[in-house]
């Protein structure tokens, strides 16, 4: 028996909802592919933005820790008649001029583990070591405390332990947290590190 040709016609523009439900989950595993390709992208470009103003950030604070033991040696230095503090004690003995216990502690240091007590990396000019501060010529270049590879406490060295790379990065935004003799604070490059004494 045949057909109608509006029966034909009718018929064949029937929705097939076999056919359309694979094309639908090809097109929703695409849009969800297209998402995860956009995350990806994002994160490739936001973690190293993120990473810098961490880097920033954990400098600044080493900056500002440094300006407070710096403010605390020459503290010292006034209150004993010119004298720097003997080096192997030098932590113990300007303490009380900066009690927050966390200045000594440089922010770029990473615990080994969360059970240890934070290194300090931080350590005292040697040369200075009870010496006066009026026979010192040209204190605005002279080294007083600076970052160090040591991570004890009262650590002394000259500036062979400077951490190599620098601890808060290399190239013109990264280097090392030095304090000088006048007190002022600031952060040296690799290169500018060389010319120091």
Not at 66 to 73: E, K
Not at 158 to 179: D, Q, S, Y
């Amino acid at each position: 028996m045949r057909m109608s040709p509006i029966a034909d016609a009718a018929q064949d523009k029937a929705p097939r909802r076999g056919n359309s439900l694979p094309i639908i989950a090809i097109i929703l595993i695409g849009l969800m592919l297209a998402c995860v390709l956009l995350m990806a992208l994002g994160a490739a470009v936001l973690f190293p933005v993120f990473r810098q103003a961490r880097m920033a950030a954990r400098r600044n604070d080493a900056i500002s820790r440094m300006h407070n033991l710096a403010t605390a040696v020459r503290a010292y230095v006034a209150d004993n008649d010119d004298h720097f503090p003997p080096a192997e004690a030098w932590m113990d003995l300007i303490g009380k001029y900066d009690p927050n216990g966390r200045d000594f502690h440089s922010p770029g240091m990473n615990r080994r583990n969360g059970f240890d007590p934070p290194d300090y990396g931080i350590a005292f000019m040697s040369s200075l070591s009870g010496g006066t501060l009026s026979t010192i010529k040209n204190p605005d270049s002279r080294v007083m405390l600076f970052d160090s590879t040591l991570r004890g406490r009262n650590a002394t060295s000259g500036l062979e332990t400077l951490p190599k790379p620098p601890r808060f990065g290399p190239g013109e935004t990264g280097g090392n947290i030095l304090a000088f003799v006048d007190g002022h604070v600031r952060r040296v490059s690799a290169v500018d590190a060389v010319n120091l004494k």
